[in-house]
């Protein structure tokens, strides 16, 4: 992998769990960023729009930090990973208490530049 091409954001706290963030995550892998970015704009999901976060940081980064042609940029990679959990109590019949569980996730993306060589027609 080519450090010099490549440019990442991450956020370690959406409040969702990892396994609705990964079905999002994963429907922009492989993608040119400026397809990836329309279509989480334009995605039914509530969490999309965290993902779309961090796909504009990454490629805020790609742009500021190492010079990278927006034009050429793809996803390469999205992974997700369990967070914290939040542990909180719901009362419930006869003087019980049942736990409820509050997943929070972590999303990574990479943005890499593909050099797009056109061919010559003779």
Known sequence: MDNKLTAFAKDNTIRVSSLKLA??????????ASKAVNQLK??????SINVLK???????NAENN????????????????KSLTMKRFRPRAKGRATSIHKPFSKLTIVVEE?????????
């Open 42 to 47: 334009f995605s039914q999901k509530r969490i």
């Open 54 to 60: 961090v796909l504009n940081a990454a490629i805020a």
């Open 114 to 122: 593909k050099n797009i060589k056109k061919k010559e027609s003779k």
């Open 66 to 81: 190492k010079q990278l042609d927006i034009d050429n940029l793809f996803v390469k990679e999205a992974y997700v990973g």
């Open 23 to 32: 079905n999002v995550a994963r429907s922009i892998v492989n993608l040119k």
